[in-house]
T-cell receptor, first 116, second 113 residues
Framework: AQTVTQSQPEMSVQEAETVTLSCTYDTSESDYYLFWYKQPPSRQMILVIRQEAYKQQNATENRFSVNFQKAAKSFSLKISDSQLGDAAMYFCAYRSVRSGTYKYIFGTGTRLKVLA | DAMVIQNPRYQVTQFGKPVTLSCSQTLNHNVMYWYQQKSSQAPKLLFHYYDKDFNNEADTPDNFQSRRPNTSFCFLDIRSPGLGDAAMYLC????????????FGPGTRLTVT
């Protein structure tokens, strides 16, 4: 069974600085998708970024980028020029591409605090 | 805007009194999910539907049931809530195809007194 591990329960970053959130996963599959979701306090969870395992190029969405290391089974999220609105819980998630599989495996989350 | 809607946003029920939470979507997605999320923890999948096909997680208590009468609506029934069932309940949808992300509703916060 697949597992997702986020080893940093909490991180802090100064406004305008860069922070990296870690995520590792375990799978025997060669193809899959990885996601980072953001859950602001008392607000709904939204997608930050998605990575397809068969693509070597790291995904980027504006200030958010990933460092995807397939062999190491690592999928970290880098947030550049951090803003106060980035403060949230961040969840890493895995999804298999096996036919008939619709489940997402979530990590335990990292709480990001942004300091003014 | 297409979205996932959950009602009510806050629900208070008494110990042992059945409660139903609802979720609706305008995205026309095949898959709908119910998660339980306790404070600062990862969402825990309770069950999901692909169209009408129901998939229950092995560790979901029998106390939790679900119905999906049509594509747009899905309900979570808690037959006899205990104090341990107090949590945020999240509904989510996805297209079901490879790589599609989930879209989440705002959640229903359940309090059991």
């Amino acid at each position: 069974a697949q597992t997702v591990t986020q080893s940093q329960p909490e991180m802090s970053v100064q406004e305008a600085e860069t922070v990296t959130l870690s995520c590792t996963y375990d799978t025997s599959e060669s193809d899959y998708y990885l996601f980072w979701y953001k859950q602001p306090p008392s607000r709904q969870m939204i997608l930050v970024i998605r990575q397809e395992a068969y693509k070597q190029q790291n995904a980027t969405e504006n200030r958010f980028s990933v460092n995807f290391q397939k062999a190491a089974k690592s999928f970290s999220l880098k947030i550049s020029d951090s803003q106060l609105g980035d403060a949230a819980m961040y969840f890493c998630a895995y999804r298999s591409v096996r036919s008939g599989t619709y489940k997402y495996i979530f990590g335990t989350g990292t709480r990001l605090k942004v300091l003014a | 805007d297409a979205m996932v809607i959950q009602n009510p946003r806050y629900q208070v029920t008494q110990f042992g009194k059945p409660v139903t939470l609802s979720c609706s979507q305008t995205l026309n997605h095949n898959v709908m999910y119910w998660y339980q999320q306790k404070s600062s923890q990862a969402p825990k999948l309770l069950f999901h539907y692909y169209d009408k096909d129901f998939n229950n997680e092995a560790d979901t208590p029998d106390n939790f049931q679900s119905r999906r009468p049509n594509t747009s609506f899905c309900f979570l029934d808690i037959r006899s809530p205990g104090l341990g069932d107090a949590a945020m309940y999240l509904c989510a949808t996805s297209r079901g195809g490879q790589g599609h992300e989930q879209y989440f509703g705002p959640g229903t916060r359940l309090t059991v007194t």
